[in-house]
């Protein structure tokens, strides 16, 4: 199985990613957890990017995620297990208009496709409290009419699972697991 898990900063997708994957491991199933941006040169730079503001540091962040997550996914493809990957391609949702859409179909085309496609639902309001109480510098998109913007755009794709993410991360992992079903 290959899952998608998208969501607003601060919609706790990463965390009940973590939970979600020790509960299919717990089932038996060998599980690899992918997150974007990760950790590496494209991923580290990604998140800079992200610190500063602007459509070209906006663009160039794109860019690097873009990156990352194409040569990552031959990754995916060759997995002979379950795959989790967090922030995959409705990340383009973060985009301006008509870039967006373009990207997306474009990811879609080229990356492979997921089984299921969750949203971690929360209110823009909800996530920024989450991100603020981090005590970190905001990323360009941690603010409400972005999140809002995003959260709107993505739950308008087709094929979009929205799973609550009000509760503990047990409480959203549980939804997304119950969520998954139909799609095992």
Do not use: W
């Not at 997150?35 to 459509?55: A, S, Y």
């Not at 985009?95 to 997921?114: G, I, K, Y």
């Not at 970190?136 to 709107?152: A, T």
């Not at 409480?171 to 799609?183: E, G, I, N, T, Y």
């Amino acid at each position: 199985m290959f899952l998608s898990i998208d969501g607003l900063d601060g919609s706790g997708k990463s965390t009940a990613s973590e939970v979600l994957a020790d509960a299919l491991r717990s089932e038996g199933r060998e599980v690899v957890l992918v997150e974007h941006p990760g950790k590496g040169l494209l991923g580290r730079t990604c998140r800079r990017l992200l610190l500063k503001e602007g459509l070209p540091a906006a663009l160039f962040a794109a860019a690097f995620m873009s990156a990352e997550m194409l040569l990552g996914s031959s990754r995916i493809r060759k997995a002979e297990c379950d795959v989790i990957a967090v922030r995959y391609t409705l990340s383009a949702m973060y985009l301006p208009a008509p870039m967006d859409a373009a990207v997306f179909r474009l990811f879609s085309a080229v990356m492979p496709r997921p089984d299921a496609m969750l949203f971690v639902d929360v209110e823009p309001e909800v996530a920024m409290g989450r991100v603020s109480s981090r005590g970190k510098e905001l990323e360009m998109f941690e603010n409400r009419e972005s999140m809002e913007e995003v959260r709107r755009k993505a739950l308008a794709v087709p094929g979009v699972v929205p799973v609550n993410g009000s509760g503990s991360p047990e409480d959203v992992a549980r939804r997304m697991l119950a969520a998954l079903r139909p799609f095992q």
